[in-house]
């Protein structure tokens, strides 16, 4: 099992704009995402949460401080094979309706597809009409002809 350190934090204006009174709520569901058994687990991933010695960094941003780093402030991003993640918090708090999936779900899927590229996967297209959609598919702009999906090896 590969043990991956991680901080989490969430940017000031994130924490005003929603009126978040305990950041720690979301930094345990980004916890309980990335180990989900259903996930990059199966592939022998365990992600803990560090306020040092961490090799990711997780950042919930807005969509403008997105824009600014990724060039696309509609979606969250990360670095391919790199160290940085940006959840972008109006997807996190709103998810997306193309992507046909509960805002629950919609969470679950957008940290285990970037957390996927953290770890060195390139984006995915559906193989097939009736498929479950491919975590590293983007699957916030839509999912094609696949059926909603979160896990990562289905």
């Not at 919930?60 to 696309?72: K, L, N």
Request: glycine share 8%.
């Amino acid at each position: 099992m590969t043990i991956i350190r991680y901080k989490f934090s969430i940017d000031d204006d994130v924490i005003k704009k929603y009126s978040i009174r305990l950041p720690v709520q979301i930094a345990y569901y980004v916890m309980i995402y990335l180990n989900d058994p259903n996930g990059w687990s199966k592939k022998g991933f365990f992600f803990e949460e560090s306020k040092s010695g961490h090799s990711i960094i997780i950042r919930m941003a807005s969509a403008e401080t997105i824009q600014r780093v990724c060039g696309d402030g509609s979606l969250s991003c990360a670095e391919l094979n790199g160290k940085r993640m940006y959840i972008n918090a109006d997807r996190w708090f709103h998810g997306s309706s193309h992507s046909r999936l509960s805002l629950e779900d919609y969470r679950q899927y957008l940290v285990s597809h970037e957390i996927g590229h953290i770890l060195g996967h390139e984006h995915d297209r559906c193989k097939c009409k009736g498929c479950p959609a491919p975590i590293m598919m983007q699957q916030t702009n839509g999912i094609g002809k696949c059926s909603p999906n979160t896990e990562v090896f289905k």
